[in-house]
């Protein structure tokens, strides 16, 4: 049977949970809206500003190398990196983002994450730190893969999932709907986004 101290405590603990959550609804981008200004480091200590990209389509991928679902996109299919290297050949701006906060799965030192980028052929423009997690949470970043595609005046167009099939089997890949690929072309095309919102799926951001 619960104490009252124990009873008080999960009320506290749900508070703490539910606190949580309505921050980050409050906070999170919305589509049709300006996307958050950040200002992060990447694994050389180099500053990037979001404003520094202005007039350019830029895509938000909130990542943890150690996640079996972005596994499936990388080492398990060169999936993600593929579509990297078309994106950024077209002049898309391409931002890795790892708000694991330090101590938690997904907190990688550099040396480890510089071998990743490599073995995996990233073709990502810059792979950013959020450690205190301030800009994840102002995205609503939920999971690793969380995809999120800023138009050229910096208004989020898409954010969700990278596909349609909802597994970390790499095998999955073939015949989905990729999101991200089919919101680039429209823009590319001077048309709205079809499909701007989709639910992420992945490993919980560890904030």
């Known amino acids: 049977m619960n104490t009252p101290s124990s009873l008080l405590n ?13 921050t980050a609804l409050l906070f999170a ?11 992060l480091t990447d694994l050389a200590g180099k500053t990037h500003q979001l404003s520094d990209f202005k007039g350019k389509t830029v895509v938000l991928e909130w990542t943890n190398p150690e996640c ?6 990388y080492a398990a299919s060169g999936n ?13 701006v391409w931002l890795l983002i790892n708000s694991s906060a330090p101590g938690t799965p997904g907190d990688i030192d550099a040396a480890t994450v510089k071998a990743w980028l490599t073995q995996n052929h990233v073709a990502a423009t810059a792979y950013l730190l959020d450690r205190d997690g301030k800009v994840g949470k102002a995205y609503g970043a939920k999971t690793t893969p969380h ?7 910096g208004v989020l167009v898409y954010q969700g999932a990278i596909d349609s099939k909802r597994s970390a089997d790499a095998k999955d890949i073939v ?30 951001v560890k904030y």
Do not use: W
């Open 80 to 92: 993600l990196p593929a579509i990297q290297k078309d994106a950024t050949a077209d002049g898309v």
């Open 10 to 22: 999960l009320v506290r603990s749900g508070l703490v949970i539910l606190g949580f959550f309505a």
């Open 147 to 153: 995809l999120f595609v800023l138009n050229a005046e």
């Open 29 to 39: 981008a919305s589509i049709g809206e300006p996307a958050p200004a950040f200002t």
């Open 175 to 204: 015949g989905a709907e990729n999101y991200v690929k089919s919101a680039l072309a429209a823009l590319k095309a001077g048309q709205p986004v079809a499909t701007p919102s989709t639910q992420p799926y992945g490993c919980g």
């Open 68 to 73: 079996p679902f972005v596994r499936k996109h």
